[in-house]
């Protein structure tokens, strides 16, 4: 059977705003306070997988500390965001984060079954089961 693997690719912009939202408490109408240089950067390490950090974010006794967000809560506030921006996702796809070009992209792969996936320095290969 034919596989699908499609790529969403988020501007910088996107992705603070989706932490943003994300890092809200439940039920807020605003996201935590921003300062005016809210800052996003990424790292990738084989044990913590993408991690991004915020800089610039206010505390609610006024300061500013970078807050580390892992892999998994980046990619959950990014499928968060992409249902609310109206980009559909099937549920069933197999979701991965990489990093292109210094920023996250979102992997969805349909119908495949479940294999190996090798991630490398801004690339993804999933391997075809044996």
Not at 11 to 24: C, G, M, P, Q, T
Not at 38 to 43: L, N, S
Not at 70 to 95: F, N, Q, V
Request: charged share 25%; with cysteine.
């Amino acid at each position: 059977m034919a596989k699908e693997v499609r790529y969403i690719l988020f501007e910088l912009s996107d992705v603070e705003r989706a932490l943003l939202d994300y890092l809200s408490p439940p039920g807020a109408i605003v996201a935590p306070k921003a300062g005016p240089q809210v800052r996003v950067t990424f790292t990738e390490t084989p044990r913590d997988g993408i991690c991004a950090v915020l800089a610039g974010l206010r505390d609610p006794d006024g300061m500013s500390r970078p807050r580390r967000v892992d892999e998994t809560a980046l990619l959950s506030a990014l499928i968060t965001w992409c249902r609310a921006a109206g980009i559909p996702l099937p549920r069933r796809g197999m979701k991965a984060l990489e990093l292109l070009g210094g920023t996250p992209a979102l992997t969805v792969t349909l119908n495949a079954a479940r294999t190996a996936t090798q991630v490398g320095s801004n690339r993804i290969r999933h391997a075809d089961p044996a």
